[in-house]
């Protein structure tokens, strides 16, 4: 196992366009996590899963952001309607979830919005 | 409230030491990350406190909690070129929480001089 892959990697779109990230956690990682980090800023917490289930959601994600981890395995984050505003680093990380369990990042997906 | 705080810079000659300061706000946070961050990477983890601990030394590395006053600092001795990133301290809110899920700080940007 190489650790938590997202791809893309990069992804520049067109306000307005709908874009979606994918997130592969370390194998038997029952605990998924999206962050988002701006520039100059920490990664803030967007939502978590625990197996399929999804437990969690921060107010920072909007109506317009949806998170799926439908076998309880890779999951996807799907921002609509895109705004410049959504431009980020999109940071996924996994942990087995006992109570302190290293949480692995991946390298992220950096959004540029145009 | 859940609010974490990092001084912004550090600047230290090739090695010296560093200190890297971090103030959390969140009294049931048991645990307490320091992570680093290099260019266009993700996030590493480097060490973790339990809040029951004062101290912890790993290598190079060497953590002081004060609970009382809720603050962390990060030491890292015989700073190298390589140290150079942003770190980055989190706390993992443990009540009526059981995501642990990450407060990340703002990042503390460390440049190490030749």
């Known amino acids: 196992d190489t650790g938590v892959s997202q791809d893309p990697r990069h992804k520049i779109t067109k306000r307005g366009q709908n874009v979606t990230f994918r997130c592969d956690p370390i194998?038997?990682?029952?605990?998924l996590y999206w962050y988002r980090q701006t520039l100059g800023q920490g990664p803030e917490f967007l939502t978590y899963?625990?197996?399929?289930?999804?437990?969690?959601k921060s107010r920072l994600l909007s109506d317009r952001f949806s998170a799926e981890r439908p076998k309880g395995s890779f999951s996807t984050l799907e921002i609509q309607r895109t705004e410049q505003g959504d431009s980020a680093m999109y940071l996924c990380?996994?942990?087995?979830?006992?109570?302190?369990?290293?949480?692995?990042f991946g390298q992220g997906t950096r959004l540029t919005v145009v | 409230g859940e609010d974490v705080e990092q001084s912004l810079f550090l600047s230290v000659r090739e090695g010296d030491s560093s200190v890297i300061n971090c103030t959390y706000t969140?009294?049931?946070?048991?645990?307490l990350y320091w992570y680093k961050q290099e260019p266009g990477a993700g996030l590493q983890l480097l060490t973790y406190?339990?809040?029951?601990?004062d101290m912890k030394q790993d290598q190079r590395l060497t953590v002081l909690l004060n609970k009382k006053d809720k603050h962390l600092s990060l030491r890292i001795a015989d700073t190298q070129t390589g140290d150079s990133a942003i770190y980055f301290c989190?706390?993992?809110?443990?009540?009526?929480?059981?995501?642990?899920?990450?407060?990340f700080g703002s990042g503390t940007r460390l440049l190490v001089r030749p």
């Open positions: 990380a996994s942990s087995r979830g006992q109570e302190n369990t290293e949480a692995f």
């Open positions: 194998s038997e990682h029952n605990r």
């Open positions: 899963f625990q197996n399929e289930a999804q437990l969690e």
């Open positions: 969140d009294s049931s946070s048991t645990y």
């Open positions: 406190i339990f809040s029951n601990m």
């Open positions: 989190a706390e993992s809110p443990r009540w009526m929480d059981s995501s642990y899920k990450l407060i």
